[in-house]
């Protein structure tokens, strides 16, 4: 984003506009973390700002500053779809390509506005008037961050902007942990704290709410968990009636991928959720070092995201999947190797 667009931004926000603020589907800490600081900031400027989800989140995500002024779209199609075309600006973050908003899409793409992106995803879409895209960054939180500071607006940072862009940062760094966590993160991290984010606390509500039933349905994953040495692959399988036996809830299963990524020797792991709802297979990729798992989920399983961490689905069986996958892992042998 050149200067001449951050002008035309200011501009813009000059005077009391509509505002939407959007994240993609099946929203996670960053998606929701980034949406919320920037409604706090925008909001703080006196525009009318709301966040809309396409759908419900996780149980561990629902106590961030202004969580309860969350519009979801299932749950709201009317009041939804009316705010969105009453919009003067519509930002969308952390994705970069309509389809990421589920049923939200054709209501986006049919929807005449200034649209602005944020997001660190690999190739962004054109669909914005204004696109702030950096694969460098850590996440959308981060980017948040230096939005408003492009914006000359650092100093309109309060406690709860500065807690909601660090539960994103943690959240989308594997609690600072992942390559993307650079010294600039860190700073700005120390500046979040510096500025009201209670760094302790925010961990303890992010990472320490565990249910009875999820630390069982943790189990099944562990003993449905799989080792390929040949490949250094790992993989997991969660089938639906797993899921119905132990009380799922959105967002049980999170970070559950990195349970096989954390054995010795493995580069490549993946976890594959049957829905059978939407009729798919749900998959999570991580991987260690040179292997890209956002190229694997764009050639294989219709996904994509980031170098060490993506998505995908399928619309096979959870057994022909995994079969899929299986076959597939010959062809990257040596990169997984190397």
């Not at 779209?73 to 309509?98: C, G, M, P, Q, W």
């Not at 209501?107 to 694969?135: C, E, G, K, R, W």
């Not at 609690?175 to 302790?200: C, P, Y």
Request: overall charge negative; some cysteine.
């Amino acid at each position: 984003m050149n200067t001449t667009e951050i002008k035309e931004i200011k501009e813009l926000l000059n005077t009391p506009k509509k505002i939407v603020i959007i994240p993609h589907k099946n929203p996670d800490g960053d998606a929701i973390g980034s949406t919320l600081a920037l409604h706090h900031y925008l909001s703080g400027l006196g525009h009318h700002s709301v966040v809309i989800t396409p759908n419900n989140y996780p149980t561990f995500l629902k106590w961030i500053p202004g969580e309860d002024t969350v519009l979801t779209y299932d749950n709201d199609r009317e009041t939804v779809v009316s705010k969105i075309k009453e919009a003067d600006i519509i930002f969308t973050l952390d994705f970069n390509h309509l389809s990421r908003s589920g049923h939200l899409e054709t209501v986006l793409a049919t929807t005449d506005t200034t649209f602005i992106m944020i997001d660190h995803h690999q190739q962004p879409d054109t669909y914005a008037t204004f696109t702030y895209s950096d694969t460098g960054m850590s996440s959308t939180c981060q980017m948040v961050y230096h939005f408003i500071d492009k914006l000359g607006d650092l100093d309109k940072i309060n406690a709860d902007i500065a807690t909601c862009i660090y539960v994103g940062i943690m959240t989308d760094t594997g609690s600072f942990r992942f390559r993307s966590t650079t010294s600039n993160t860190h700073r700005v991290l120390a500046d979040l704290i510096d500025r009201g984010a209670d760094n302790t606390a925010i961990h303890e509500k992010i990472y320490d709410t565990n249910t009875y039933s999820r630390l069982q349905l943790q189990g099944v994953a562990l003993k449905n968990l799989k080792i390929l040495p040949e490949y250094n692959a790992a993989y997991i399988t969660i089938s639906q009636k797993e899921l119905d036996d132990h009380n799922f809830k959105k967002g049980d299963t999170e970070g559950f991928v990195n349970m096989g990524l954390s054995l010795e020797g493995i580069k490549f792991a993946a976890i594959f959720i049957e829905n059978k709802n939407e009729k798919i297979i749900k998959i999570s990729l991580r991987s260690k070092g040179d292997f890209s798992v956002n190229e694997f989920s764009r050639n294989h399983f219709e996904g994509g995201g980031h170098h060490n961490a993506a998505g995908g689905k399928s619309d096979l069986s959870l057994k022909e999947t995994v079969e899929k996958f299986i076959s597939i892992l010959p062809d990257y042998k040596n990169a997984l190797h190397s």
